[in-house]
């Protein structure tokens, strides 16, 4: 990762917080100097105070609070922007696109074909199985699973890939050198040093405060780089059941099992199946078939069962 891209980040973040998070007019600014906020690691501090209209000692203050914050991310942590070939195109149209995405591992896990798992934080046994019989079946079919890595179903989804030792990626909603909950923590470092990818919007010096706002960014995020979403179960107006919504809004695709059609608990399932872009489907093989497009193949006939069949229309033409 080349330095322009850290002075970038560094000094987007700094100039974010010194205007009290004015991203308007902070893009502006950004966009208008980009060259100069990329060849330095120290900027001018009277140049950008006064365009932000703000006193030199707050700039050079956050400044330094925002580069200690960087010191901290994991060793090989690396930083893309829009201007980098391995931006994933697909979250441009997105609320909330950001201006840089922090990562540890394989970058180009992006450019696959990838679901994501979502569900219920506290999954029955029979939730569990349909998790990891899902996340088996894609694998077979070089499926990239994604997930938000959190507790209940996204964690079961995420360990299985692990387990079978596929390639995964985890949407965190916090920044790299953090882990949530803190009980995944192996999990999400296997997945950066195992071949999968550990991504977010989120950098390290984002304020406490923002802790319950990052997690929709991470939702919004974890639904772009996604071709759909699979829900395995959750609640009415569950988190898995926004973020479902959500996605539809920006032409994603939404699976779910019919078994959950029985459940007199819910009604969400009844009423999203007809919408566009929702399907229902009754095994993780048929779920494949949706995600990759393929059209059931017609049955073959058998040789004999053809024979018997001539023989039908032969006797026919004698009646």
């Given at each position: 990762?080349?330095?322009?891209?850290?002075?970038?980040?560094?000094?987007?973040?700094?100039?974010?917080?010194a205007s009290h998070r004015d991203a308007a007019l902070v893009d502006?600014?950004?966009?208008?100097?980009?060259?100069?906020?990329?060849?330095?690691?120290?900027?001018?501090?009277?140049?950008?105070?006064?365009?932000?209209?703000?006193?030199?000692?707050?700039?050079?203050?956050?400044?330094?609070?925002?580069?200690?914050?960087?010191?901290?991310?994991?060793?090989?942590?690396?930083?893309?922007?829009?201007?980098?070939?391995?931006?994933?195109?697909?979250?441009?149209?997105?609320?909330?696109?950001?201006?840089?995405?922090y990562y540890l591992g394989d970058i180009d896990l992006l450019k696959g074909t990838i679901v994501s798992i979502v569900g219920t934080k506290?999954?029955?046994?029979?939730?569990?199985?349909?998790?990891?019989?899902?996340?088996?079946?894609?694998?077979?079919?070089?499926?990239?699973?994604?997930?938000?890595?959190?507790?209940?179903?996204?964690?079961?989804?995420?360990?299985?890939?692990?387990?079978?030792?596929?390639?995964?990626?985890?949407?965190?909603?916090?920044?790299?050198?953090?882990?949530?909950?803190?009980?995944?923590?192996?999990?999400?470092?296997?997945?950066?040093?195992?071949?999968?990818?550990?991504?977010?919007?989120?950098?390290?010096?984002?304020?406490?405060?923002?802790?319950?706002?990052?997690?929709?960014?991470?939702?919004?995020?974890?639904?772009?780089?996604?071709?759909?979403?699979?829900?395995?179960?959750?609640?009415?107006?569950?988190?898995?059941?926004?973020?479902?919504?959500?996605?539809?809004?920006?032409?994603?695709?939404?699976?779910?099992?019919?078994?959950?059609?029985?459940?007199?608990?819910?009604?969400?399932?009844?009423?999203?199946?007809?919408?566009?872009?929702?399907?229902?489907?009754?095994?993780?093989?048929?779920?494949?078939?949706?995600?990759?497009?393929?059209?059931?193949?017609?049955?073959?006939?058998?040789?004999?069962?053809?024979?018997?069949?001539?023989?039908?229309?032969?006797?026919?033409?004698?009646?």
């Amino acid at each position: 990762m080349s330095d322009e891209r850290i002075n970038q980040a560094i000094n987007y973040e700094t100039l974010l917080l010194a205007s009290h998070r004015d991203a308007a007019l902070v893009d502006i600014i950004y966009n208008d100097n980009k060259v100069e906020l990329s060849c330095t690691s120290l900027m001018n501090f009277a140049k950008f105070a006064e365009l932000l209209s703000i006193k030199t000692d707050r700039l050079s203050n956050c400044y330094f609070r925002v580069s200690n914050s960087f010191s901290r991310l994991p060793t090989g942590y690396s930083i893309i922007s829009s201007d980098d070939p391995e931006w994933p195109v697909k979250i441009e149209n997105f609320p909330y696109c950001p201006k840089f995405l922090y990562y540890l591992g394989d970058i180009d896990l992006l450019k696959g074909t990838i679901v994501s798992i979502v569900g219920t934080k506290a999954p029955t046994d029979e939730d569990k199985v349909i998790a990891k019989k899902t996340v088996e079946s894609f694998i077979k079919n070089k499926i990239i699973v994604a997930s938000g890595l959190t507790l209940g179903i996204e964690g079961i989804a995420s360990a299985a890939s692990c387990t079978h030792f596929a390639p995964t990626i985890a949407v965190i909603g916090t920044s790299l050198e953090k882990h949530y909950p803190e009980g995944h923590g192996k999990m999400q470092d296997f997945i950066a040093n195992g071949g999968g990818l550990v991504l977010t919007m989120i950098p390290p010096c984002a304020p406490p405060s923002s802790f319950k706002f990052n997690f929709l960014l991470r939702n919004r995020l974890l639904s772009a780089i996604s071709t759909g979403i699979v829900i395995i179960d959750d609640r009415d107006r569950g988190g898995s059941i926004k973020m479902a919504e959500a996605s539809l809004e920006n032409n994603r695709r939404v699976f779910f099992y019919s078994s959950l059609m029985k459940r007199e608990d819910l009604n969400w399932p009844s009423r999203m199946k007809d919408m566009v872009n929702v399907s229902v489907v009754r095994y993780p093989g048929n779920l494949v078939n949706k995600v990759m497009n393929r059209k059931k193949k017609p049955k073959k006939t058998s040789k004999a069962k053809k024979e018997k069949l001539n023989k039908t229309v032969q006797l026919s033409l004698f009646e």
